[in-house]
Protein backbone atom coordinates (compact mmCIF):
# COMPACT_ATOMS: atom_id res chain seq x y z
CA UNK A 1 0.00 0.00 0.00
CA UNK A 2 3.04 2.75 0.90
CA UNK A 3 4.26 1.49 -2.31
CA UNK A 4 0.94 2.63 -4.29
CA UNK A 5 1.32 5.77 -2.30
CA UNK A 6 4.80 6.43 -3.10
CA UNK A 7 4.79 5.98 -6.72
CA UNK A 8 1.22 8.00 -7.50
CA UNK A 9 3.07 10.98 -5.04
CA UNK A 10 6.35 10.76 -7.07
CA UNK A 11 4.00 11.04 -10.22
CA UNK A 12 2.54 13.90 -8.96
CA UNK A 13 5.88 15.59 -8.35
CA UNK A 14 7.50 14.58 -11.21
CA UNK A 15 4.49 16.07 -13.29
CA UNK A 16 4.17 19.15 -11.06
CA UNK A 17 8.10 20.76 -12.08
CA UNK A 18 7.46 19.19 -15.61
CA UNK A 19 4.53 21.45 -15.70
CA UNK A 20 6.41 24.61 -13.95
CA UNK A 21 9.83 24.03 -16.37
CA UNK A 22 7.42 24.45 -19.45
CA UNK A 23 5.85 27.50 -18.40
CA UNK A 24 8.53 29.04 -17.28
CA UNK A 25 10.66 28.70 -20.06
CA UNK A 26 11.24 31.08 -23.21
CA UNK A 27 7.68 31.78 -24.79
CA UNK A 28 8.31 33.63 -27.73
CA UNK A 29 9.81 30.81 -29.73
CA UNK A 30 8.80 32.69 -33.45
CA UNK A 31 7.82 35.97 -34.10
CA UNK A 32 5.10 38.19 -35.67
CA UNK A 33 7.39 37.77 -39.06
CA UNK A 34 6.65 34.33 -39.57
CA UNK A 35 2.49 34.85 -40.51
CA UNK A 36 2.06 35.18 -44.49
CA UNK A 37 -1.44 36.29 -44.31
CA UNK A 38 -3.26 39.26 -42.68
CA UNK A 39 -5.75 37.43 -41.01
CA UNK A 40 -3.03 35.25 -39.77
CA UNK A 41 -1.58 37.95 -38.49
CA UNK A 42 -3.44 39.70 -36.70
CA UNK A 43 -5.59 36.59 -34.86
CA UNK A 44 -1.91 35.68 -33.31
CA UNK A 45 -0.62 32.07 -32.81
CA UNK A 46 -1.90 31.30 -29.02
CA UNK A 47 0.24 28.30 -28.47
CA UNK A 48 3.30 30.45 -29.39
CA UNK A 49 2.28 33.68 -27.50
CA UNK A 50 2.18 35.69 -30.72
CA UNK A 51 -1.37 37.71 -29.95
CA UNK A 52 0.20 41.28 -30.58
CA UNK A 53 1.02 41.21 -33.92
CA UNK A 54 -0.63 43.65 -36.80
CA UNK A 55 -0.29 44.07 -40.31
CA UNK A 56 1.47 46.81 -42.26
CA UNK A 57 0.85 47.36 -45.31
CA UNK A 58 3.10 49.83 -47.78
CA UNK A 59 3.14 51.27 -51.20
CA UNK A 60 -0.27 50.85 -52.23
CA UNK A 61 -0.27 47.14 -51.00
CA UNK A 62 3.15 45.86 -52.75
CA UNK A 63 5.03 45.70 -49.61
CA UNK A 64 3.27 43.95 -46.87
CA UNK A 65 4.24 41.98 -43.66
CA UNK A 66 3.46 41.22 -40.25
CA UNK A 67 4.61 42.86 -37.08
CA UNK A 68 4.68 43.34 -34.15
CA UNK A 69 2.84 46.22 -32.46
CA UNK A 70 5.26 47.90 -30.48
CA UNK A 71 7.69 48.21 -33.57
CA UNK A 72 7.32 51.93 -35.63
CA UNK A 73 4.70 51.58 -38.54
CA UNK A 74 7.28 54.10 -40.67
CA UNK A 75 4.42 56.05 -41.94
CA UNK A 76 2.97 52.74 -43.76
CA UNK A 77 -0.54 51.51 -43.10
CA UNK A 78 -1.24 49.36 -40.30
CA UNK A 79 -4.38 46.80 -39.38
CA UNK A 80 -4.85 45.52 -36.29
CA UNK A 81 -8.46 44.17 -37.12
CA UNK A 82 -9.11 41.60 -39.64
CA UNK A 83 -12.13 42.80 -40.98
CA UNK A 84 -9.22 46.02 -42.14
CA UNK A 85 -7.60 43.56 -44.43
CA UNK A 86 -7.44 44.59 -47.77
CA UNK A 87 -6.04 41.11 -49.76
CA UNK A 88 -8.93 38.80 -48.06
CA UNK A 89 -11.12 36.99 -50.86
CA UNK A 90 -14.11 36.42 -50.26
CA UNK A 91 -14.86 32.49 -49.99
CA UNK A 92 -11.39 32.13 -49.14
CA UNK A 93 -10.88 28.88 -46.36
CA UNK A 94 -9.75 30.28 -42.74
CA UNK A 95 -5.69 29.67 -42.37
CA UNK A 96 -5.21 26.27 -40.31
CA UNK A 97 -1.67 26.37 -38.17
CA UNK A 98 -0.10 23.23 -37.15
CA UNK A 99 -1.26 21.24 -34.57
CA UNK A 100 1.06 21.12 -31.58
CA UNK A 101 1.55 19.63 -28.36
CA UNK A 102 0.04 20.08 -25.24
CA UNK A 103 1.49 19.42 -22.56
CA UNK A 104 -0.97 19.78 -19.86
CA UNK A 105 -3.51 17.49 -21.93
CA UNK A 106 -0.84 15.57 -21.74
CA UNK A 107 -0.54 15.56 -18.09
CA UNK A 108 -3.70 14.92 -17.69
CA UNK A 109 -4.26 12.05 -19.44
CA UNK A 110 -1.87 10.15 -17.34
CA UNK A 111 -2.99 11.36 -14.15
CA UNK A 112 -6.32 10.12 -15.05
CA UNK A 113 -5.57 6.96 -16.26
CA UNK A 114 -3.51 6.33 -12.74
CA UNK A 115 -6.69 7.58 -10.63
CA UNK A 116 -9.08 5.34 -13.08
CA UNK A 117 -6.72 2.75 -12.15
CA UNK A 118 -6.34 3.01 -8.12
CA UNK A 119 -10.15 3.22 -8.61
CA UNK A 120 -10.00 -0.35 -10.15
CA UNK A 121 -7.70 -1.74 -8.16
CA UNK A 122 -9.69 -0.71 -4.72
CA UNK A 123 -13.13 -1.72 -5.89
CA UNK A 124 -11.55 -4.63 -6.46
CA UNK A 125 -10.20 -5.29 -2.87
CA UNK A 126 -13.10 -4.20 -2.06
CA UNK A 127 -15.70 -6.72 -3.92
CA UNK A 128 -13.16 -9.41 -2.76
CA UNK A 129 -13.91 -9.11 0.72
CA UNK A 130 -17.23 -8.93 -0.33
CA UNK A 131 -17.24 -12.81 -1.44
CA UNK A 132 -20.10 -14.82 -0.34
CA UNK A 133 -18.07 -18.25 -0.52
CA UNK A 134 -16.64 -17.41 2.67
CA UNK A 135 -17.57 -19.68 5.44
CA UNK A 136 -16.11 -19.27 8.62
CA UNK A 137 -14.91 -22.52 11.32
CA UNK A 138 -17.75 -23.92 13.65
CA UNK A 139 -16.23 -24.12 17.17
CA UNK A 140 -16.96 -27.56 18.85
CA UNK A 141 -19.24 -27.06 21.96
Known amino acids: MRCVWAALCGTVLLMQVIITNSQTSDSSTGDCSQFDSCNGCINGDSALNLTRCVWQSCNDGND ?55 GAFFAMRFLKTKDSSYETIDQPQ
Open 64 to 118: TRCMSDTEDSGGCSVYNETGMCQNTTPGSGPDFSQASFDLSSFIGGIILVLVLQA
